[in-house]
T-cell receptor, first 112, second 114 residues
Framework: SQKIEQNSEALNIQEGKTATLTCNYTNYSPAYLQWYRQDPGRGPVFLLLIRENEKEKRKERLKVTFDTTLKQSLFHITASQPADSATYLCALLSYNTDKLIFGTGTRLQVFP | DTAVSQTPKYLVTQMGNDKSIKCEQNLGHDTMYWYKQDSKKFLKIMFSYNNKELIINETVPNRFSPKSPDKAHLNLHINSLELGDSAVYFC?????????????FGSGTRLTVV
């Protein structure tokens, strides 16, 4: 069956460290993968996109990698700050569907 | 100046009632969506419209009926509400090729059926 899995447990890290979140998928052929941030009571906000033929993308303190062999994307936040605390969702769009399918999200807590 | 706005933000209603949620986007996007987020925070697509035409219709009870009067609006009507319909419903929009910009979501409508 098709699955997009993210760590269901919250990730707690200290301010200034690098946070790394994982997104694994099975039985999809993604054309691209996106990462979103969701704060409590708000809708998801688009952060970054990476295409299947790209290995890495960066935007300010954010970095995304995409390994289609491992069927995995990693999302890194360097020099993390308490304001980075939120739930982060990965989402992918397959070649054989028009639907953007979301993972279950990982809650990140950055403490001072 | 909100890009994707949904109303109402909260909706509490009794089982068996019929209710509607409205969504409007001022981004000029061609495609609009409805997603449902359950208590475990899992976001699942329900419908997608492109230029007023239905293009995605997931396995959703036919008590749920989307309506798009124009490409800037996508409303969701729910008949005979059930307890299991309680969730947060998100409207979203995207350009025809969302590859570069992702989806823009509204802030959600929390529906509670009692």
């Amino acid at each position: 069956s098709q699955k997009i899995e993210q760590n269901s447990e919250a990730l707690n890290i200290q301010e200034g460290k690098t946070a790394t979140l994982t997104c694994n998928y099975t039985n999809y052929s993604p054309a691209y993968l996106q990462w979103y941030r969701q704060d409590p009571g708000r809708g998801p906000v688009f952060l970054l996109l990476i295409r299947e033929n790209e290995k890495e993308k960066r935007k300010e303190r954010l970095k995304v990698t995409f390994d289609t062999t491992l069927k995995q994307s990693l999302f890194h936040i360097t020099a993390s700050q308490p304001a980075d605390s939120a739930t982060y969702l990965c989402a992918l769009l397959s070649y054989n569907t028009d639907k953007l399918i979301f993972g279950t999200g990982t809650r990140l807590q950055v403490f001072p | 100046d909100t890009a994707v706005s949904q109303t109402p933000k909260y909706l509490v209603t009794q089982m068996g009632n019929d209710k509607s949620i409205k969504c409007e986007q001022n981004l000029g996007h061609d495609t609009m969506y409805w997603y449902k987020q359950d208590s475990k925070k899992f976001l699942k697509i329900m419908f997608s419209y492109n230029n007023k035409e239905l293009i995605i219709n997931e396995t959703v009870p036919n008590r749920f009926s989307p309506k798009s009067p124009d490409k800037a609006h996508l409303n969701l009507h729910i008949n005979s509400l059930e307890l299991g319909d309680s969730a947060v419903y998100f409207c979203a929009s995207s350009q025809e090729n969302p590859a570069n910009y992702g989806y823009t979501f509204g802030s959600g409508t929390r529906l509670t059926v009692v």
